[in-house]
């Protein structure tokens, strides 16, 4: 079938975009006030995640959570559940409609429907300094899913077991004493903390190319609500070549609580305050 390009192409091309959602009517987050309570706080627990594995931890709401690469370059996919009812889960869609396709410092992980509310805060980004690379590429993206076994077979025809997938099905299932067919459906999209991401320019393709992350860097979140944390040690590593796999070299992921001494001057965000008619 030959494609009719209309003699208007160009002009409609050119049309500009407009920003869907303004960052200026989002709540302010008050980094500030977090810096300094931050400041007052100690470690009060820690989980260290093996690599092609993940686990969960909790976070009371007004703590502080921070992943730490270690030992080598590596991928985490986090969930992020509400500790009173685990059907409140991170909203990776909308969180990128809100704050773009890659998080940092002051972006918040927001929640599903009906509540959508924020559930952490990012209070710090060791890697905020790499911006955006020159093929479009950014860190800790919230435009991938997660790696499963599902798309692994249909692409390859192979069964693997150690998707971040999997592993968060398993460590929630552990950690909710919850049958398989349970925990499974409340896995989610996740945010792909330390992964490197973008689309291609000439196909809109979803890439990877390995992380920048180096042993030391962290990222740190605030606890907006009481969380359940889900933490996958990525079996692609630092996902810069092979993936669904047992090929990549892993590294664990380490993750640290902190509790200040003082409550947050903030209230815990309510659910949406939306009715229906
Ligand atoms: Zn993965």
């Known amino acids: 079938m030959t494609r009719i390009i209309p003699e208007d192409a160009v002009e409609r091309r050119a049309v ?3 920003i869907c959602y303004l960052n200026e009517t989002l709540p302010d987050p008050d980094l500030p006030g977090l810096q300094a309570l931050r400041l007052t706080a100690r470690k009060s627990g820690e989980c260290l995640v093996p690599p092609r594995e993940a686990r969960c931890f909790h976070v009371p709401a007004g703590h502080f959570f921070r992943i730490t690469s270690v030992e080598g370059p590596q991928v985490g996919d986090l969930n992020l559940w509400s500790a009173a009812d685990p059907r409140e889960r991170f909203y990776s869609g909308k969180t990128r409609a809100l704050h773009g ?13 009906p509540n959508l509310r924020p559930m952490a805060t990012v209070t710090e980004d060791t890697l905020e300094w790499y911006g955006i690379d020159e093929y479009g590429g950014s860190v800790h993206d919230v435009i991938g899913t997660r790696c499963d076994p599902y798309t692994h077979r ?6 693997y077991h150690h998707c971040c997938h999997s592993n968060l099905t398993n460590a929630l299932m552990a950690e909710l004493s919850l049958a ?7 896995v989610h999209d996740v945010l792909n903390v330390f992964m490197c991401t973008g689309f291609t320019r000439d196909s809109g393709q ?8 180096r042993p030391g860097d962290y990222i740190e979140f605030f606890a907006e609500i009481d969380l359940i944390g889900g933490l996958s040690a990525c079996p692609g590593g630092d996902c810069g070549s092979a993936h669904s796999s047992d090929a990549a070299a892993c590294h664990p992921l ?3 609580i902190f509790a200040p001494a003082r409550s947050a001057a903030r209230a815990q965000p309510g659910p949406s305050a939306y009715r229906w008619p």
Request: aromatic share 10%; no cysteine.
């Open 16 to 18: 500009r975009p407009v």
């Open 254 to 256: 380490l993750v640290e």
């Open 206 to 213: 979803y890439f990877m190319k390995a992380s920048p992350v």
């Open 154 to 159: 249909l692409l390859s025809g192979q069964d």
């Open 180 to 186: 398989r067919d349970e925990a499974e459906p409340l």
């Open 101 to 113: 396709t890659h998080l940092t410092r002051g972006d918040r992980m927001w929640s599903s429907f």
